[in-house]
Nanobody
Framework: QVQLVESGGGLVQAGGSLRLSCAVS????????MAWFRQAPGKEREFVAY????????DYADSVKGRFTISRDNAKNTVYLQMNSLKPEDTAVYSC???????????????????WGQGTQVTVSS
């Protein structure tokens, strides 16, 4: 049983910052690759950032490089997404996802994540 719960979303003015958290329970968090996705109304789910279980691999969407940072604290079973210099186009529901395959060599495809959180709303006003 694995549960992912996001928090930290809210309404922020363009140029501001938010830090999202995703708390994981139920299994060994340290063995999970973790990612953040986002989905705006009427749009497909979009990859945002990924961090491997051993923190060797990180990956970011081009649209957020230099502005967002993914990190994890295995002792707290939590993954974070620090979002700086937010833009209105960052407005979306942000969800975290877990890949339980420890031997994953690269960044998982969206269909390879085993668990998803409910999401947290991020709204960036102009």
């Amino acid at each position: 049983q694995v549960q992912l719960v996001e928090s930290g979303g809210g309404l922020v003015q363009a140029g501001g910052s938010l830090r999202l958290s995703c708390a994981v329970s139920g299994r060994t968090f340290s063995s999970f690759g973790m990612a953040w996705f986002r989905q705006a109304p009427g749009k497909e789910r979009e990859f945002v950032a990924y961090i491997s279980w051993n923190v060797i691999t990180t990956d970011y969407a081009d649209s957020v490089k230099g502005r967002f940072t993914i990190s994890r604290d295995n002792a707290k079973n939590t993954v974070y997404l620090q979002m700086n210099s937010l833009k209105p186009e960052d407005t979306a529901v942000y969800s975290c996802a877990a890949d339980t395959r420890r031997l994953r060599l690269g960044v998982p495809l969206v269909g390879e994540y085993d668990y998803w959180g409910q999401g947290t709303q991020v709204t960036v006003s102009s």
